[in-house]
């Protein structure tokens, strides 16, 4: 990369334009992830009524990015631009083009001109595409974002030159429905955000002990009941003197919504990624199908967070039957490579105390608890493997003996992905120390109540994905990294916006942008314009702090 872009940065000086260093004073160019090589140029391009939206060749995909563009400029100018395939890769004057054409910046990297007479976006994939619309679009006024405005009003977009592609393949945010539950619509708010930051991964957890979130035809019980707590624990979470609101809380995702939002998702280029807790996490299944713990109940939908000992039997086959009867659906609804299986925090007493699964572990020759829990892994694994899906788990997978195919999430440190990456197994990086947006962002007493920790926004800046620890090869093993958005504390859409923006913002440079180019006072400057379109966008951000303006 570094040589295209030194190669790309002489022939523009070659050419006049401004310099790279130029670009590091100048403020009006905020675009966040910051791209490898932005080159400003003077002036900009103006979008009339007469701009048409051109793409070449005449393909769906990249049809779909030119008409996601004209649809943002309808609903903030009232422009109804022509969007249509172009007969050539020949830009033509007053026009924006799309281009998908082979150049050497990888499966999602783009490079983009802009000056006053045209506009031309070009890359190997609409992938790329879609990713230099989003530079784009934070080369517009913040106006671009805003709803039902229209007055035919016209829209500019600066001059540059633009070359650009991510650090990594894997941008995720997660969002956790289970503790509380979220519509749909915000869910598609969710992902218009991070569709701006070049996000391309939505993990969504979709069942916990507390509420099952996701309709499953062949086990109606899991949201009849399932998807509903009596009350909820007040305040924080104690063990003594527990409090409760007396109200019953739930709701869950439809399958035909599921549909309509990996559909969605897909529009903006972000791959739905469903996690199906197990063998832990499920008291809210277990409430439903009492048979398949193995005390066999009665449970209750969990009304306070934490961990809960009643977890799935794995000494019933039943209990797998049903797990793959849930996962056959999971698979229809979600077209992801990954199905992510949680695996984290199973505790093993009840597993300890079981005659199925005692008998279970003598039978398949396993020597303890966490060998069983492998166990469960594997034989889901080789289910979704059957089925063309590959799996991806909490770093507890690698306890008792890693499933053969599994990528890795480590989220208790980093240590599980270095020990994953050493063993040849894919691994994603989402250390809580550095990714857990549930953490306090300020001081305890000046914040609303959350889970714990400390988490500013300059230490979420600040994390380097790949370990030190690892050679050139082990690597290649981390894929990316995520924020985790844990709910116990979010009861409101404002809250999780609160707890995610302007961090957000942060973890997608930590995943886009090159080591050599993370500047957090750069980012700073950048960050404040984008907190304005943010506020257009209608996110309940949190403010910076004093110390974190940069004027
Ligand atoms: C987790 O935070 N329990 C993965
Ligand atoms: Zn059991």
């Excluded at 004073?25 to 905020?30: G, K, P, S, T």
Aim: aromatic residues 12%; proline residues 5%.
């Amino acid at each position: 990369m570094s040589k295209i872009k030194l190669a790309f940065i002489a022939m523009l000086s070659f050419s006049g334009l401004i310099s790279w260093s130029q670009h590091q004073i100048n403020c009006r160019y905020n675009v966040i992830p910051r791209p490898e090589a932005l080159i400003p140029q003077k002036g900009s391009f103006e979008i009339t009524g007469n701009t048409k939206i051109l793409y070449f060749p005449a393909d769906r995909e990249i049809e779909g990015v030119a008409n996601f563009f004209a649809g943002l400029l309808k609903n903030s100018s009232g422009m109804n631009l022509k969007v249509e395939a172009a007969v050539s890769e020949k830009p033509s004057e007053g026009n924006i083009l799309f281009v998908i054409k082979k150049i050497p910046l990888g499966d999602e990297g783009y490079r983009l001109a802009v000056d006053a007479d045209k506009v031309t976006l070009i890359s190997s994939t609409a992938d790329g595409v879609f990713y230099g619309v989003q530079t784009i679009r934070q080369l517009m006024p913040a106006k671009l974002e805003s709803d039902g405005q229209g007055e035919n009003n016209p829209m500019t977009i600066l001059s540059v030159a633009v070359e650009d592609m991510p650090r990594f393949p894997y941008r995720g945010l997660h969002l956790d429905v289970g503790r509380h539950f979220f519509p749909p619509e915000f869910i598609k708010k969710y992902l218009d955000v991070m569709a701006l930051y070049k996000y391309n991964t939505f993990h969504w957890h979709l069942t916990e002990d507390q509420g099952w979130r996701i309709e499953i035809k062949k086990y109606p019980k899991l949201t009849e009941v399932g998807a509903y707590r009596k009350e909820t624990l007040v305040g924080r979470y104690t063990r003594k003197d527990q409090k409760f609101d007396g109200k019953r809380y739930g709701g869950y995702y439809t399958q035909e919504e599921v549909r309509d939002i990996v559909a969605y998702a897909k529009k903006l280029h972000i791959t739905v990624i469903p996690e199906i807790e197990l063998p832990g996490h499920s008291l809210a299944a277990l409430a439903s199908y009492p048979e398949l713990g193995c005390t066999g109940g009665p449970y209750e939908v969990a009304t306070v967070w934490g961990v809960h000992k009643d977890v799935y039997c794995a000494g019933n086959d039943e209990t797998f039957k049903f797990l793959e009867g849930i996962l056959s659906e999971v698979i229809d609804l979600f077209p992801s490579k990954y199905i992510h299986i949680g695996g984290d925090e199973c505790p093993k007493e009840r597993w300890k105390e079981c005659n199925k699964c005692q008998v279970r572990i003598k039978k398949e020759g396993l020597k303890d608890e966490h060998e069983l829990q492998s166990y469960f892994i594997r034989r889901i694994e080789k289910f979704l493997n059957e089925n063309g899906r590959e799996i991806i788990g909490w770093d507890e997978i690698l306890e008792g003996g890693l499933a053969p195919g599994a990528t890795v999430m480590s989220w208790r440190g980093v240590k599980g992905g270095i020990q994953a990456a050493k063993m040849d197994h894919d691994v994603i990086m989402t250390p809580g120390e550095y990714c857990y947006l549930d953490h306090y962002q300020g001081p305890k007493e000046k914040e609303p109540l959350a889970i714990g920790g400390f988490l500013p926004l300059e230490k979420v800046y600040s994390y380097d994905p790949v370990p030190e620890e690892l050679d050139k090869n082990e690597a290649k093993h981390i894929l990316g990294t995520q924020g985790n958005v844990w709910t116990e504390y979010m009861a409101t859409t404002d809250y999780v916006e609160y707890m995610v923006y302007p961090r957000a913002c942060a973890l997608a440079e930590v995943g886009w942008t090159s080591k050599e180019y993370m500047n957090y006072d750069d980012f700073l400057k950048r960050l404040e314009p984008n907190l304005e379109r943010l506020k257009v966008m209608g996110v309940n951000y949190r403010p910076l702090d004093k110390n974190q303006k940069k004027k």
